[in-house]
């Protein structure tokens, strides 16, 4: 063989090998047809089954920046593309809230040792706190909780607990004393101050089912205080740079110290207009040999924004030292049934879906939901075969201009041209 003959078989083989490749990563990366709007995707590696089983898979922070603000397009396929239906769900420790019907049957006060309030509770359903209803507004007190069939023998519920407001500093505090649930018919609250009666006006009997709570830290953001803050507050300011996960809690890291200061949460959007969202108080103080501590301010329901505001009202006092804040997001996790000798796919990006309609949710129960076997996602690929989405016209709005242009061009020629021709035939004429 000779050398030209030997270049020629190399350049060959050399050619074959990358169009293997090329071809390889396109089979690789390049979606159905059907789902060619799609612009990325996630490999779902489950161990194999051989039977019908659920698996829930948790959706990645990245996803977040990829796709649309509710995750409406997201989408499970199986490796022939075809649509697998799947529920999303979270644990966000959401509180069910139960109001039940009370009677206040004693108000009275022990010089030295505290106010006393019975609570007769109707009917016979179980309950864990109630609300003290008082016309004080600047006050804390601690209060103690006995309950009791036959109010005669009574059994401790709450040995310690604290109720505060403090309205001239703009902080409201917490007037609901949570206690170990019980049915009992009747409740004793003591409010334990010698020196003065307690004005108590009424009470709320209430039961609170707590669902199960995920938190975890967004790691990569970044929170820096605001150097030019005024003395009587403290801010801090977060960039997430772009719309990621839900925030859905700011919890507190403060050194060991005394306080109760108000928080209040704002977002943006563009950094310039900010919505406040959710206020709060943060807390600990000690009475006795009890330390009572909050630290964390929830956001209902989440919040997907760009920017985030913390501000600690100081009022008067110095400014809380050394402390620091960090966003807590509730993960999203998504369930579907695995089939056996199935894989399947997640993708994402397409702006113009809408929010898919599946019965899964509906068919599955809380107990088969805990018990669903847990899969991960690999690293994120482009579809090769995206085509996007959106109408020519906002696709090429270069081209559109430029019509226009010509267009105003064209007429503003033919006017040019009409007054000319009207000028000469006038001249003409004279």
């Known amino acids: 063989m000779t050398s030209l003959q030997r270049g020629l078989h190399t350049l060959a083989v050399a050619g074959m090998a990358l169009a293997l490749t090329a071809t390889t990563v396109l089979a690789f990366s390049a979606l159905?047809?059907?789902?060619?709007?799609?612009?990325?995707s996630r490999a779902i590696d489950l161990a194999p089954t051989d039977r019908p089983r659920l698996v829930e898979i948790t959706v990645a922070d990245p996803i977040y920046l990829r796709s649309k603000p509710a995750l409406d397009d997201l989408r499970i396929i199986d490796a022939q593309g075809n649509e697998t239906p799947y529920s999303i769900f979270s644990l966000d420790g959401a509180t069910k809230l139960e109001r039940l019907g009370a009677t206040v049957h004693e108000r009275s006060f022990t010089p030295g040792a505290f106010t006393q309030t019975v609570i007769e509770v109707k009917g016979d359903r179980f309950h864990n706190s109630l609300e003290i209803e008082t016309s004080e507004q600047n006050f804390i007190e601690w209060v103690t909780v006995d309950a009791s069939d036959d109010a005669h023998t009574w059994r401790i519920v709450q040995d310690r607990a604290p109720i505060f407001r403090f309205n001239?500093?703009?902080?409201?505090?917490?007037?609901?004393?949570?206690?170990?649930?019980?049915?009992?018919?009747?409740?004793?609250?003591?409010?334990?101050?010698?020196?003065?009666?307690?004005?108590?006006?009424?009470?709320?009997?209430?039961?609170?089912a707590v669902g199960a709570e995920e938190r975890v830290p967004l790691e990569s953001v970044q929170i820096r205080p605001d150097a030019h803050r005024a003395h009587r507050r403290s801010t801090w300011d977060a960039d997430l740079g772009g719309t990621?996960?839900?925030?859905?809690?700011?919890?507190?890291?403060?050194?060991?110290?005394?306080?109760?200061?108000s928080v209040n949460l704002s977002a943006s959007n563009d950094g310039?207009?900010?919505?406040?969202?959710?206020?709060?108080?943060?807390?600990?103080?000690?009475?006795?040999?009890k330390v009572q501590e909050q630290l964390k301010v929830p956001i209902s329901y989440g919040e997907q924004s760009r920017y985030w505001r913390i501000t600690v009202e100081n009022g008067n006092d110095a400014p809380l030292p050394n402390a620091a804040v960090r966003l807590y997001t509730t993960p999203r996790h998504l369930l579907f049934e695995q089939q056996p000798g199935q894989r399947y796919t997640l993708i994402y990006g397409q702006e113009r879906s809408q929010a898919p309609q599946?019965?899964?949710?509906?068919?599955?129960?809380?107990?088969?939901?805990?018990?669903?076997?847990?899969?991960?996602?690999?690293s994120e690929e482009t579809n090769s075969a995206w085509v996007d989405p959106r109408p020519w016209t906002e696709t090429h709005e270069i081209f559109l201009w430029a019509a226009l242009i010509v267009a105003v061009l064209l007429i503003g020629f033919t006017a040019i041209q009409s007054l000319r021709r009207a000028a000469t035939s006038s001249a003409g004429a004279q």
Do not use: C
């Open 358 to 378: 599946y019965d899964l949710a509906q068919r599955v129960n809380q107990n088969q939901q805990e018990r669903a076997i847990p899969g991960q996602l690999d």
């Open 32 to 40: 159905p047809g059907a789902w060619k709007n799609w612009r990325y």
């Open 244 to 261: 990621g996960p839900s925030v859905t809690e700011v919890i507190f890291d403060v050194p060991p110290m005394e306080f109760i200061r």
């Open 168 to 208: 001239k500093d703009g902080r409201e505090g917490t007037r609901v004393v949570r206690y170990s649930e019980n049915n009992a018919r009747f409740l004793r609250v003591r409010i334990l101050d010698g020196e003065k009666q307690f004005p108590v006006a009424g009470a709320v009997v209430l039961h609170q």
């Open 272 to 289: 310039k207009t900010w919505r406040t969202l959710a206020s709060g108080q943060i807390y600990r103080f000690h009475q006795g040999d």
